[in-house]
Nanobody, 124 residues
Framework: QVQLVESGGGLVQAGGSLRLSCAASGRTRSAYAMGWFRQAPGKDREFVAALTLSGGSTYYVDSVKGRFTISRDNANNTVYLQMNSLKPEDTAVYYC?????????????????WGQGTQVTVSS
């Protein structure tokens, strides 16, 4: 069983910053990457950022490149998403997943590893 605790969401004005955290505990399967997805109202869940566990390579959806940074604290098994220059279109529930993989350039998350989500709302 894996337990995920997400935090850091909130309401912020456009141009502001937030830092999301996701602490994982319990037994996890060997994973390729960990990272974040988001889901806006009426839209499908979309990939945001990933960090590979071997090598630490990072990947981002084009819309957040240059504004978001994913990082990891190995000692605490926590993944972070630093979000700067936030825009109203970043408004969504953000979900972390410590077990991601990529196939045909599309990212997927293990279905039993999703966190509860944290709401990010950016006002204009």
């Amino acid at each position: 069983q894996v337990q995920l605790v997400e935090s850091g969401g909130g309401l912020v004005q456009a141009g502001g910053s937030l830092r999301l955290s996701c602490a994982a505990s319990g037994r996890t399967r060997s994973a390729y990457a960990m990272g974040w997805f988001r889901q806006a109202p009426g839209k499908d869940r979309e990939f945001v950022a990933a960090l590979t566990l071997s090598g630490g390579s990072t990947y981002y959806v084009d819309s957040v490149k240059g504004r978001f940074t994913i990082s990891r604290d190995n000692a605490n098994n926590t993944v972070y998403l630093q979000m700067n220059s936030l825009k109203p279109e970043d408004t969504a529930v953000y979900y972390c997943n410590p077990n991601l993989w990529v196939y045909n350039s599309r990212w997927y998350g293990a279905p039993d590893y999703w966190g509860q989500g944290t709401q990010v709302t950016v006002s204009s």
